[in-house]
């Protein structure tokens, strides 16, 4: 006879199926409202997967003969702040230009920080670059330290990774990731760690700066959950392999907070990825999407549940709206006629 606790046990397993089987459709409607965007999104993917192992080849040349902590530093300080400030500077140049073929890719309809008052705006970019410039030192020290403490990635030319390793090795660090990411941010929403992560929350709209805008305690977390995959395969990873991985992630961060959601993302052709509508919705709301790559985990604990629901009654509205404008337009041509 079935236990109350199987019966419990095998309804919680039902519901979590019906979850996943829901996430499942509405990936498949997410890949195919993408139109064009998707092939340009392959197409970055693609060409960039297949570009990096020869641009590792390329950047080796140069840093040939370095001594290991010199090659380490380098990479991690070309990898993570070239890109971060790459990434902000793409941005600016969409944000500036206001061009109606990028202003349609808007998640919300709220002005910029600095069309609602630009005073305060000069305030939060003077904090942003010294939350940077601190960030940035606190993991360059954090760097140096793994090395003495005998981080051992390789260096080396003749270990230069393939593409397949490249490929499983990202893949690896980004479930890694984000797994350790959604739990450690889940925590940070607890109300005795909050203290910590409500400075990263300043921006209810998000924008690019936001994407590594947090206090130092969160910034070491936040960082140690992204070298968690690389510090788990160890020498099984080259240096330039963590490098590669840094740039993805910083990307990935920024494309998150950038508030647009473009169909040409290559991360949204990541099965059950995240969105910046999706990472907007939590700074706006502040209730669940904890997550980064991907939505698995918030689907499995039923952290995004109010994120959809929201969605959806947004979609009903909007579809009501449209009837009453049509209704109300063919009133007036039958008044006029
Ligand atoms: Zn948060
Ligand atoms: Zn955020």
Redesign the pocket.
């Known amino acids: 006879m079935e236990t109350s606790s199987q019966s419990d046990l095998s309804i919680a397993s039902l519901a979590t199926l019906d979850a996943l089987d829901n996430a499942i459709k509405k990936d498949k409607n997410r890949y195919i409202r993408k139109g064009y965007g998707l092939l340009v999104a392959i197409f970055i993917a693609l060409s960039t997967y297949l570009t990096v192992p020869h641009i590792m080849f390329f950047i080796h040349s140069y840093l040939d003969g370095m001594q290991k902590i010199q090659i380490f530093l380098l990479v991690q300080l070309c990898s993570t702040n070239l890109s971060y400030v790459l990434g902000n500077i793409y941005m600016y140049i969409i944000y500036s230009l206001k061009l109606p073929f990028f202003e349609r890719y808007k998640v919300d309809n709220n002005p910029w920080p600095w069309e609602q008052n630009l005073k305060q705006w000069t305030q939060t970019k003077k904090k942003v670059l010294l939350n940077w410039i601190l960030n940035s030192i606190i993991s360059s020290l954090l760097t140096i330290a793994s090395v003495y403490a005998g981080q051992n990635f390789r260096h080396d030319s003749s270990s230069i990774p393939s593409h397949f390793e490249l490929a499983w090795q990202i893949a690896f660090c980004m479930i890694v990731e984000d797994t350790s990411f959604y739990w450690l941010h889940r925590t940070l929403h607890n109300p005795r760690f909050y203290y910590i992560h409500k400075k990263?929350?300043e921006?209810y709209n998000?924008i690019s700066v936001?994407?590594e805008y947090q206090h130092p305690i969160e910034f070491v977390l936040t960082s140690t959950a992204t070298a968690l995959g690389p510090l788990i395969l160890g020498a099984n990873m080259h240096v330039y392999t963590l490098g590669f991985w840094y740039i993805v992630r910083v990307f990935e961060?920024i494309d998150?907070?950038c508030g647009y959601e473009f169909s040409w993302s290559p991360y949204r052709l990541l099965p059950f990825s995240g969105s910046s509508e999706y990472?907007h919705y939590?700074?706006s709301h502040n209730i669940g999407n904890f997550s980064s790559f991907f939505y698995y985990w918030d689907t499995l604990c039923g952290t995004n549940k109010e994120y959809f629901n929201f969605k959806k009654a947004r979609t009903n509205e909007m579809q009501l709206n449209l009837m009453r404008r049509v209704f109300n337009e063919s009133q007036q041509k039958s008044k006029t006629t």
């Open positions: 990263h929350h921006f998000t936001a994407a961060t998150g907070h990472h939590h700074h």
